[in-house]
């Protein structure tokens, strides 16, 4: 069978095996469709929490920013990892015992306020919507590019599939689901790290491949030689400030602990113990991938230079040009040799602009006004792990089974997504605030009702995506980082923390962080960006460490003269800090 | 056991666990933020196999740690419910 062929049959058997298990799994309960039942094993949980974290993002694009930005990509790799030392110390095992639905559940009871839930719904609104077009987005791009159907088409499709098992069956039918996208995508990720660890310093295990020889000179030195040699900075070394890069990975870490489709994963298990637990097993889970992913990046950058660089276009391998097909990659014969030179700095101005033509050598000629400097090749980073089993010459079931995994990827983290974003509206919105008198069974229907409303907005925003949108990704970590976490945090941690400074604080940590990425980041403002504007050398991917700290320093100042919290909160408070009886996660009342 | 010992062993149950996590957080924060950021390019002076010290604790060590982390604080919270009672099981 040829490739395109074999990956139909992957992608369409993983779909038919989520389909399966929604059909298998429906939901019967809010409870159910909430939190499922809270029967779910910790390893489970922790597997399936792992899926749901492990997005598009991290699964196509985080080994092709390692591969080209190398250590100033620590960020991420310490960023999207340290939360859940954050969440399993100081949020996860709270919120369990507390024992309801939402995130924002526990931040309106806990501040005994109407006010407080509708904020933490907002800010939860803003963080999953921003994050969800982005899973569909990457659907779409793994439909195009490997069964060579529109973006358009694949969006839909994908949101099909998320539509059959997140509408019929919740968290429960998410919860197995993601259990099976976890397997298939990290098995699509290992396999081809392997074989191609194996092809560059013999050893199987990508994580000490990495710290080993290829031909004779550690495979990082090597790396670090060829880039100082072609004008990069060093692989193993940055360009980042210290500041810039603690700020970026605080917001990141904190970001992590605050996002509430990860948080409400831990309501789905048990006991307060479990939930503990169950987020070491998911960090094990994530780490599997995310311990690979430095490995996959830096043999990639260097597969890429050996088998670009100073070669004759015309005798380039097969994948370049499959690339340059769907303009992820371009080529602009400077000097007219015939050769391809790679060098920093981009290659012309702007966005590549093909003009339909083809040049001498057969390649895609350009329109755009090419650079002064020597580089004459384009790549779009997001293709190192797609294009990875066909540069290393893997078989093309390899390709078949990385196209699966970037679609289980995107899927579990959209659904994800979806479900909180439906149990804010049907939960916090309807049930808790504008219409407590519906019946269990509206509330489940408004739950599903919401679901399909939030993926019709989603599959939306997929396919006409705002243009900033893949700027401001940022945006939903530095949110977390400055709304959610800090008043999770100081609401099971500070018994003086009262309704006003945490919503305050909220407000003030939410709008600040908002303005500062949109001053640098949106169209509207287009604030002068870059490293002399920034606030003490602050970029706007790390700024939601300072919204975290404004956030806490105005709570603590609005409390201070506010009246203090009310005798019946401090209990629950200290009922919340003990494991004892944590029972079904259902609300009391 | 009275009201005011079950108050007692309630409070002192926090203590240590504050104590605990606090301990757990500086070996975090040592990880990454140290060895990570702020000491890498001493670090990266000593070599671990092919790797830059200071290297491999941004981009493997500090992961490794995390996960230790999680589970030492899972089984030691685990002892001092079991020894104060207060647990779960």
């Known amino acids: 069978m040829d490739t395109q062929t074999l990956t139909w049959v992957f992608v369409g058997a993983s779909f038919a095996l989520y389909i399966g298990i929604a059909i298998w799994s429906r939901a019967g309960s809010t409870s159910e469709f909430y939190v499922a039942g809270g029967h779910v094993h910790p390893v489970a949980n922790g597997m399936a929490t792992a899926a749901d974290w492990m997005s598009a993002a991290s699964f196509i694009s985080m080994a092709g920013i390692i591969a080209f930005s190398g250590y100033d990509a620590s960020v991420f790799l310490m960023g999207w990892t340290g939360g859940y030392v954050l969440l399993a110390l100081l ?149 980042k400030s210290k500041i810039d890069l603690i700020a970026i990975t605080l917001a990141l870490m904190v970001g992590t602990a605050g996002l509430p489709h990860v948080i ?100 895609r000629l350009l329109s755009n006004a090419p650079t002064a400097n ?30 699966a995994g970037g679609v289980a990827a995107a899927l579990s983290t959209a659904a994800g997504l979806l479900l909180v974003i439906s149990a804010s509206i049907s939960h916090d919105l309807l049930k808790k605030t504008f219409r407590p008198q519906i019946t269990e069974k509206t509330e489940l229907l408004a739950a599903r009702a919401s679901a399909a409303a939030a993926i019709l907005v989603a599959g939306y925003l997929g396919i006409n995506p705002p243009g900033f949108v893949a700027q401001v990704v940022a945006l939903a970590f530095g949110l977390a980082a400055a709304s959610l976490f800090p008043a999770i945090l100081m609401g099971v941690f500070f018994k003086g923390m009262n309704r006003e400074g945490a919503v305050a604080g909220m407000v003030g940590g939410l709008v600040v962080t908002l303005a500062y990425i949109m001053w640098f980041k949106s169209p509207w403002f287009a604030g002068a960006n870059g490293p002399e504007h920034w606030f003490f050398g602050i970029s706007p991917e790390g700024f939601g460490a300072v919204g975290m700290l404004v956030n806490f320093a105005i709570a603590a100042l609005v409390a ?20 004892r009886g944590a029972g079904e996660a259902a609300p009391a009342h | 056991m009275n009201a005011s010992a079950a108050e007692e062993t309630k409070k002192r149950y926090w203590r240590e666990n504050v104590k605990l996590l606090c301990a757990l957080l500086a070996i975090w924060f040592a990880v990454s933020f140290g060895a990570g950021v702020i000491f890498v390019d001493t670090l990266n002076a000593v070599h671990l196999g092919g790797f830059p010290l200071g290297f491999w604790f941004a981009q493997q060590g500090s992961i490794i740690v995390f996960v230790v982390l999680i589970f030492v604080y899972a089984a030691r919270m685990k002892q001092i419910e079991k020894r104060l009672g207060v647990g779960d099981e």
């Not at chain 1, 994050?131 to 069964?147: D, K, N, P, T, W």
């Not at chain 1, 790549?379 to 797609?386: E, F, G, P, T």
Request: charged share 15%.
């Open chain 1, 374 to 403: 020597g580089n004459e090749i384009l790549v779009d980073r997001d293709i190192m792990v797609l294009a990875n089993p066909e540069i290393a010459n893997l078989p093309g079931w390899v390709v078949a089974l990385v196209a």
């Open chain 1, 264 to 363: 409400v994963r831990f309501f789905t298990v048990p006991k307060v113990s479990d939930a503990r637990r169950s987020a070491g097993y998911a960090l094990v889970f994530i780490a599997l991938l995310y311990t690979t992913a430095p490995a996959v990046g830096a043999f990639a950058r260097l597969n890429f230079i050996e088998s670009v660089h100073e070669k004759p276009y015309a005798a380039a391998p097969q994948w370049v040009k499959t690339w340059e097909g769907i303009g992820l990659i371009a080529w602009t014969d400077k000097n007219e040799d015939g050769i391809i030179q790679y060098a920093p700095g981009a290659p012309f101005e702007g966005r590549a602009a093909f003009t339909g033509e083809a040049g001498p050598n057969g390649e």
């Open chain 1, 91 to 239: 949020l996860a095992p709270y919120l369990r015992k507390f024992g309801q639905f939402t995130v924002p559940d526990f931040i309106g009871e806990r501040y005994y306020s109407r006010v407080a839930r509708v904020v933490a719904v907002v800010c939860l609104i803003i963080i999953s919507f921003t994050y969800i077009a982005g899973q569909m987005r990457g659907v779409g791009v793994v439909f195009s590019r490997f069964l060579e159907l529109p973006i358009e088409w694949g969006v839909i499709v994908g949101m099909g599939v998320v539509f059959s098992y997140a509408v019929l069956g919740g968290m429960k039918g998410i919860t197995y689901t993601q259990v099976a996208q976890y397997c298939v995508l990290i098995f699509a990720y290992l396999t081809p790290a392997i074989f191609i660890s194996m092809l560059i310093t013999g050893n199987p295990v990508p994580q000490l491949g990495l710290g080993s020889e290829a031909g004779g000179e550690p495979v990082l030195q090597k790396l670090d030689r060829t880039l100082v040699d072609l004008g990069f900075s060093a692989f193993t070394t940055g360009s």
């Open chain 1, 560 to 579: 201070h003269f506010t009246r203090p919290t009310p005798a019946a909160v401090r209990a629950m408070v200290d009922e919340i800090r003990l494991p």
